[in-house]
Each structure stands twice: as C-alpha cells, then as structure tokens.
C-alpha cells in the first residue's frame, strides 16, 4: 500500500494522509480536508430532510377516494415528466460528448 501525502492546511508541513475525510495532521493534529468534512455533514442532513411538497404532491390519508386518485394521476405526471427531463438531459449531455 502506497501513502501519500499531504500539506497540511493550517500548519503548512507536510503529513502522511490516507485520503479519508477524517484524516488528521500529524504535526498539529487538525484535520486535512475540514471543508470535506462539513461537506459530509451538509450532504448527510440534506439527505435526511423530507421531500418537499412542491416536488410531489402529497396525498392524505383523510382524503376522499376520487381525490386520492386525482392526486395518484397527478403525481404520476410529475414523475414521468421528471423522467422525461432527466433523459432530455442525459441525451444532451451524451450527444455532447
């Protein structure tokens, strides 16, 4: 196994590094990528958040048959729109190249 490494950010020496989020400087013992980190942290949270309702429409257990339907067939659009345009995106991007 090959180490490498890395200039330390806040004391400027040289370190080993693992390249992993977690790794710390030998000589002042700070972290090597802390904007890694709080990006993890930011990407973790964003994650666990709920989808927002201007996403999907949300359907209610309390409402009615015919508007729980309308709203299956509604959300049901979206969802293929969102697929449409995702493709759209991918075709562009690839005859781009």
């Known amino acids: 196994m090959t180490t490498a ?3 330390c950010p806040h004391c400027g020496r040289w370190t080993e ?10 000589h002042c013992g700070q972290a090597l990528e802390p904007y890694r980190v709080a ?10 958040q709920p989808v ?7 359907i209610k257990p309390e409402d009615g048959a015919l508007v729980r339907g309308l709203k299956y067939l ?9 697929a ?8 562009v991007t690839a005859l781009a190249g």
Do not use: N
């Not at 927002?52 to 949300?58: A, C, D, R, T």
């Not at 509604?74 to 969102?82: N, S």
């Open 5 to 7: 490494t890395k200039k």
């Open 17 to 26: 590094w693992q390249q992993q989020p977690t790794d710390q400087c030998q």
């Open 39 to 48: 990006s993890d942290e930011a990407r973790q949270r964003l994650s666990e």
């Open 52 to 58: 927002s309702s201007l996403m999907l429409i949300e």
């Open 74 to 82: 509604i959300r049901g659009g979206q969802l293929a729109f969102a």
């Open 84 to 91: 449409l345009m995702a493709f759209m995106i991918w075709l």
